[in-house]
């Protein structure tokens, strides 16, 4: 499938979706969420990838949603926007997903961002939520997943302030996995998604949902969820296959069933 607003490709079992609006610095508008998550879940649906990347370029991963298409909104328009509805199609992305960021991550950038399952990071990177300066507020998640990310006190300042995050500071507060040099920093995405891909399938697979489940649920039902998901992978060929590997020290062969 082609697309217009994003570009995609693939390395090995990663699936590699690029936000490609260069000279709006990647706002992110109908279009571009629509033809995103599309590609999306096209990789999902792929037996042969394992883990997907969502990146930008070097200045900007996304600059925040496109201001210029919603300046004239008004609460009914957005309600019924097309670019809205997008946002909840990654939740029901079942693979990993790792955010390669660089340059500004604000606003729906910095929650896009967030909303993905890890984030590697360049030195440059920068996230913010600077919706306060517009008259306006988080929409997609910031006042959310910042908060569970960095802190109450901190995710004010950035919310109410519009503060930024340097990498590294992203990085100190949990928000990245890790910071690299710009140069690298989709190679070392890729790298991580590599590795995770050659995991055993359904075992990632559920063990994203269980932790995905920390930030929708009490512990005892995470602990109860995670022991029900535990037990369950002892029903897969990849259980067998991966203790028999061990006990008879040989690399597993994972057949994702
Ligand atoms: N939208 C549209 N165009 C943008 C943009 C944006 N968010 N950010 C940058 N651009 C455009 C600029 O207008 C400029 O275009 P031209 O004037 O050349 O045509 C071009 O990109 C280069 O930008 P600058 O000239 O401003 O570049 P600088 O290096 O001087 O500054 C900057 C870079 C990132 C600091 C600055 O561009 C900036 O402050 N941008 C806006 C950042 C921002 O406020 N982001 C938050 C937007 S509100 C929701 C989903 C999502 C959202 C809400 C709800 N639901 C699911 C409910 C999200 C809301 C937002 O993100």
Known sequence: MSYDHILTHTD????????????????????????????????????AIGCLIITGNERAFAAGADIKAMAEATPVSMLNSPMID??????KITKPVIAAVSGYALGGGCELAMACDMIIASESAQFGQPEINLGVMPGA?????????????????????????????????????RVVPVELYLDEAIKLGQQIAERAPVA??????????????????????????????????????????????????????
Not at 12 to 30: D, E, H, M, Y
Not at 211 to 237: C, D, H, K, P
Not at 240 to 247: L, N, Q
């Open 141 to 177: 998640g910031g006042t959310q997943r910042m908060t569970r990310a960095v802190g109450k006190a901190l995710a004010m300042e950035i919310v109410l302030n519009g503060r930024f995050l340097s990498a590294h500071e992203a990085q100190h507060y949990g928000l990245v996995n």
């Open 86 to 91: 997008q946002w909840d199609r990654l939740q």
């Open 12 to 47: 090995g079992r990663v699936g590699i979706a690029q936000i490609n609006r260069p000279k709006a610095l990647n706002a992110l508008n109908a279009d571009v969420m629509m033809e995103l998550m599309t590609a999306l879940e096209a990789f999902n649906a792929d037996e």
């Open 204 to 257: 990632v697979r559920l063990a994203k949902e269980a932790i995905n489940a920390v930030f929708e649920t009490n512990l005892q039902s995470g602990l109860s969820l995670e022991r029900r998901l535990f037990y369950m992978l002892f029903a897969t060929v990849d259980q067998k296959e991966g203790m028999d590997a061990f006990i008879n020290k040989r690399p597993p062969d994972w057949k994702g069933e």
